[in-house]
């Protein structure tokens, strides 16, 4: 049968829409399904209320120091400071990495806008490098190759050969949950004398070789934002090993106040980040179901895989070997050929109720960025046009496992 060109996009949406009906059921415009909603029950009634009660709801409290062991306790990390939120986790960690005016910061440009921006607050400049098609995270053979030829040690670390200005740090994110190729990236750091900061934000739950990702560089962040697959309402987390950068760290999110019964003395320029007591009780209740949850949302993406590795020309995106994956978000890559049609086909799956987004727009498009030095980025620009990220609410894993049992 002849298709007409602009109906393909039709029969993509129709097939993808009727996988999603088998998966996580039927939806409309009345009853949408989001794309990722938080999970929020009893647990989290019973610690407000002893928060309010006990009257600690601001930038102390017992609850902050209970969250941050418990984190700790969670990812391995020796040391944890919880933030306002993953931005100012990222702000900070670029910080205590030693980041600062003139410098550059390298870090993808397929990222949630946050990690850019935490670069520029600094007052670094990013310098963009690509992802990797099959997983969303770094190439590091091909990195490497790059950096071979940008980079030049200089006598405060690697320099720049072709703006001369210095190579502060790289950023790498762990896309959707993803984790990246962290041996090869800490091999490639040490090479090239860079400190590697992890942004987590999305891959609470996630591990390399069984580690738990964001442990593995200089600093690890987290987000707990509403839509990360556990919420503080707002609030982020550094992962740190080194105990004095830990205590740097926690020193200038405090506005640098040098402890004291009375006195107001605070020893340089610094930041109004540290978590209210009221956020990290949130904290505390929600991380009382993680394990659950990020069981549940493995068992939702085993479901959509097992339903997309049927059709052709839509690849569902697995965890790479030797990791496990939070699949905080579930995505599908669409084939070259569809790519002029993500547009119709978002629209499409919207208009009938599944939320789905794209990733984000590449970031040196966007215009405060798009001077910002950078490598060729295909995989990136490519990816903006295929990957569609699909509804992955932990209460719909629930959901979707508890109508399997029976
Ligand atoms: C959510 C997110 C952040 C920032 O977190 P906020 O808590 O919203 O400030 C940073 N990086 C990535 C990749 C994220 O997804």
């Avoid at 980079?151 to 210095?166: H, I, M, Q, S």
């Avoid at 068992?299 to 569902?316: C, N, P």
Wanted: hydrophobic share 40%; with cysteine.
């Amino acid at each position: 049968m002849h298709v007409e060109k602009s109906d393909e996009h039709g029969v993509i949406s129709q097939r993808i829409s009727s996988i999603l009906k088998d998966v996580i059921g039927g939806a409309d415009q009345e009853r949408p399904i989001p794309l990722h909603e938080p999970y929020l029950g009893r647990e989290e009634q019973i610690h407000l209320e002893e928060c309010l009660k006990s009257g600690w709801v601001s930038s102390a409290g017992p609850f902050i120091e209970t969250f941050e062991q418990e984190i700790g306790v969670f990812t391995g990390a020796p040391n944890v400071v919880a933030t306002v939120n993953g931005t100012a986790a990222l702000h900070l960690a670029l910080v205590v990495a030693g980041a600062g005016e003139g410098d550059e910061v390298l870090v993808p440009s397929m990222t949630f806008v946050a990690t850019v921006n935490a670069i520029t607050y600094c007052g670094a400049v990013p310098h963009f490098i690509d992802s990797e098609p099959e997983h969303l995270g770094v190439d590091v053979e091909q990195l490497g190759v790059y950096l071979t030829d940008l980079l030049k040690p200089g006598p405060n670390g690697p320099e720049n050969c072709r703006t001369g200005r210095r190579v502060a740090a790289i950023v790498v994110v762990h896309t959707l949950g993803h984790p990246v190729d962290l041996d090869g990236m800490s091999k490639l750091c040490e090479q090239f004398d860079l400190p590697l900061i992890e942004d987590a934000a999305e891959a609470l739950g996630s591990t390399y070789h069984g580690a738990h990702v964001g442990t593995h560089g200089l600093i690890g962040t987290l987000s707990f934002n509403g839509n990360k697959i556990v919420t503080t309402g707002g609030g982020g987390a550094l992962l740190i090993r080194d105990e004095d950068l830990a205590a740097r760290a926690r020193h200038l999110a405090t506005t640098a106040k040098q402890p004291h019964a009375w006195e107001y003395f605070h020893d340089e320029v610094a930041f109004n980040y540290r978590m209210p007591s009221l956020n990290a009780a949130l904290g505390v209740a929600q991380f009382t179901r993680l394990t659950k949850l990020v069981d549940a949302k493995r068992k939702l993406a085993q479901a959509y895989a097992e339903a997309f590795s049927k059709e052709d020309g839509i690849r569902f995106i697995k965890e790479p070997p030797n990791t496990s994956s939070n699949y905080w978000l579930n995505a599908i890559v669409l084939d070259t050929s569809d790519a002029g049609s993500i547009d119709q086909i978002l629209g499409d799956l919207v208009d009938g109720g599944y939320l789905v987004r794209p990733l984000w727009r590449p970031s040196h498009q966007l215009p405060m960025f798009a001077q910002s030095p950078r490598m060729d980025l295909p995989v990136c620009e490519d990816l903006a046009r295929r990957v569609i990220s699909l509804p992955s609410s932990p209460g719909l894993a629930m959901d979707v496992v508890k109508a399997a049992k029976h």
